[in-house]
DNA sequence: ATTTAACATCGTAATATTGCAATATTACAT
DNA sequence: ATGTAATATTGCAATATTACGATGTTAAAT
């Protein structure tokens, strides 16, 4: 074996683990506070910022990307990334009622 | 290559992904929501509750551990796990302080 | 002292993740 | 139409994670 089993857990702690698993990593992580502090961003500014290629920056953005925490112009040559700010912000909301559940109904 | 390269992100950044990468598995934050919902607890309940092998189990619990989530008594044979709440609480806040400062630098 | 129950550790197989070079795609400029 | 700059995709190698069977360890019970 070795993959997780993943149907046998409810949904709500599928959603946790994947929500989680995207803040993750470092790189991520440091693409996440990247794009916030700018207007806007292109994936070579992150490449030069970072030190990892381009390819994997791409990669991690995609994993962002389909966690719903990105928005803008995702066409052509120039990309204009932005932060999903209203998903990012229903992450965070849902992290801390896992945590406010957890710890409350603790011994 | 293939692992992460850990030594060009800053220690914020890295904690950041550490602490994530607790809750980054169902089987961990399953097991952290049965443990909270216990007096205390013995890995085989949770063995029981989860459809996981033992061995499994005691690795995951190690990963939680090894965060510093839990406290009790981890000698000999009845062990009795506990949430340490306090730590938790801190992992609540550091998500938390990160999630305010990347969305208010946001444009 | 032996047995037993509960958990940890070891070894190993299967799968996932990470990272990059090479290549493809795309849109804009010329 | 061609070239170019920016990003995506593909393919592959290295490492990490997940899972479990077999075995070890520990403390309490007999």
Same mark, same amino acid.
């Given at each position: ?9 409810? %949904? ?12 993750? @990593? $470092? +790189?991520?992580? +440091? ?23 381009? $390819?994997?920056?791409?990669? @991690? ?5 389909? +966690? ?6 995702? %066409? ?7 932060? &999903?700010? %209203? ?8 992290? &801390? ?7 409350? &109904?603790?011994?």
């Amino acid at each position: 074996m070795g993959a997780s089993k993943l149907d046998i857990y409810s %949904e709500d702690i599928t959603t946790m683990a994947a929500m989680a698993k995207v803040f993750a @990593h $470092p +790189a991520r992580v +440091a693409i996440l506070q990247y794009i916030s502090k700018q207007e806007s961003c292109i994936c070579n500014d992150i490449v030069d910022e970072i030190g990892l290629s381009q $390819p994997t920056i791409s990669q @991690h953005l995609k994993v962002i990307n389909d +966690a719903g925490l990105l928005k803008g112009n995702f %066409e052509g040559k120039s990309i204009c990334y932005c932060l &999903n700010v %209203e998903r990012f912000q229903e992450f965070q909301s849902q992290l &801390n009622s896992f945590f406010n559940k957890t710890k409350s &109904n603790c011994c």
